[in-house]
C-alpha cells in the first residue's frame, strides 16, 4: 500500500538526517567544534615540562606551534599527533588557521586545546587580531586530525636521563611523521633477533627494565584504530651497544 505524500516527506528527512550523521561519525577529515585558550610563556612556544615527557624538544617542535590537549591526550598515545586549529570568528581568524603538535596534556574552560602563544596568534589574519584574539583568552575554534610533517627528518629517540647504562633504559620518540598513532613499541636484539613490547611510562616515553645487551632495534606499530591498516615501521639504524643517558638516535627512516 502506497504511503501518503507526507510520510514520505517525513521519512526522506529522517533518511537525509542520519545519512549526514553517520557520515559525519566516519568522516576522518571533516572538523569537530571546539574551544581553544592559550599558555603565555617568556618565548611564546612551548613547554619544555609537558606531560609528554619530550623535555626542551617539546617547546620547539614545530616552530612552537604546539598545544596542550584534555581527551585528546589518550593517555599519552595522542602525544606527538598533528591538528588544524582555525578559529571561527571571520572578523579575525585565518581560513588556514594553524598545525599544531601535541606536547603536553592539559584542560581549561571547556578547552581541547591550550595552544602555545605563538600558535594562538597564527590563527588570526593579522596583528592585530592576533592581539584581540589573546584579549579574549578562550574562542571558538574547529580542529581536525592531519599528518605531521618535518621535511628533511627522521624519526629519533631522545635517550631519557632517567636512564641508568644498563639496567635501565627509557627513551622518548621524536618526529612522529605520518598520521596514525604509535600504539606499541618493541625492543629487538639486533643480534638474535629477539623482540619484546615495552611499557608507555607516560607520554611518548617507553621503558625496559633489564634491557637487553649489544646494538637495539626500535620497532614501532602505527595504528589508526583499523587493524588490517596497522603498520610495523623498522627502523634502517639501531641503538648502538654502549647508548647513553641525554643522547638521540636517528631511525635513519620517515613514516607518510
Do not use: M, N, P, Y
Given at each position: 500500500m502506497a504511503l501518503p505524500l507526507q510520510n514520505l516527506l517525513h521519512l526522506s528527512v529522517c533518511l537525509v538526517i542520519l545519512t549526514s550523521v553517520a557520515n559525519a561519525q566516519n568522516c576522518s577529515n571533516c572538523f569537530v567544534h571546539s574551544r581553544a585558550s592559550y599558555y603565555p610563556n617568556s618565548h611564546e612556544k612551548g613547554t619544555?615540562?609537558?606531560?609528554?615527557?619530550?623535555?626542551?624538544?617539546?617547546a620547539t617542535v614545530n616552530g612552537g606551534d604546539v598545544s596542550a590537549t584534555s581527551g585528546l591526550y589518550r593517555n599519552g598515545i595522542g602525544c606527538g599527533a598533528c591538528y588544524q586549529v582555525r578559529c571561527t570568528n571571520s572578523k579575525y581568524c585565518s581560513n588556514n588557521g594553524v598545525t599544531i603538535v601535541i606536547t603536553d596534556q592539559g584542560s581549561g574552560d571547556k578547552t581541547d586545546f591550550i595552544l602555545s602563544e605563538h600558535a594562538f596568534s597564527k590563527m588570526?589574519?593579522?596583528?592585530?587580531?592576533?592581539?584581540t584574539l589573546k584579549s579574549l583568552g578562550v574562542v571558538d575554534i574547529e580542529y581536525r586530525r592531519v599528518s605531521c610533517s618535518y621535511p628533511g627528518k627522521n624519526i629519533k629517540f631522545k635517550i631519557d636521563e632517567s636512564s641508568n647504562y644498563p639496567s635501565y633504559?627509557?627513551?622518548?620518540i621524536y618526529y612522529q611523521q605520518g598520521q596514525k598513532?604509535?600504539?606499541?613499541?618493541?625492543?629487538?636484539?639486533?643480534?638474535?633477533?629477539?623482540?619484546?613490547?615495552?611499557?608507555?611510562?607516560?607520554?611518548?616515553?617507553?621503558?625496559k627494565t633489564s634491557p637487553p645487551s649489544g646494538p637495539l632495534s626500535i620497532r614501532m606499530l602505527f595504528s589508526n584504530g583499523d587493524e588490517a591498516e596497522d603498520t610495523w615501521v623498522v627502523p634502517v639504524n639501531a641503538i648502538p651497544q654502549d647508548w647513553k643517558p641525554g643522547s638521540i638516535y636517528d631511525s635513519g627512516v620517515q613514516v607518510n
Open positions: 619544555d615540562h609537558g606531560a609528554c615527557g619530550f623535555g626542551t624538544f617539546g588570526a589574519q593579522t596583528a592585530d587580531a592576533a592581539a633504559l627509557a627513551f622518548a598513532d604509535i600504539t606499541a613499541v618493541q625492543l629487538c636484539e639486533t643480534q638474535s633477533f629477539t623482540c619484546k613490547l615495552l611499557q608507555r611510562s607516560h607520554g611518548a616515553v617507553w621503558t
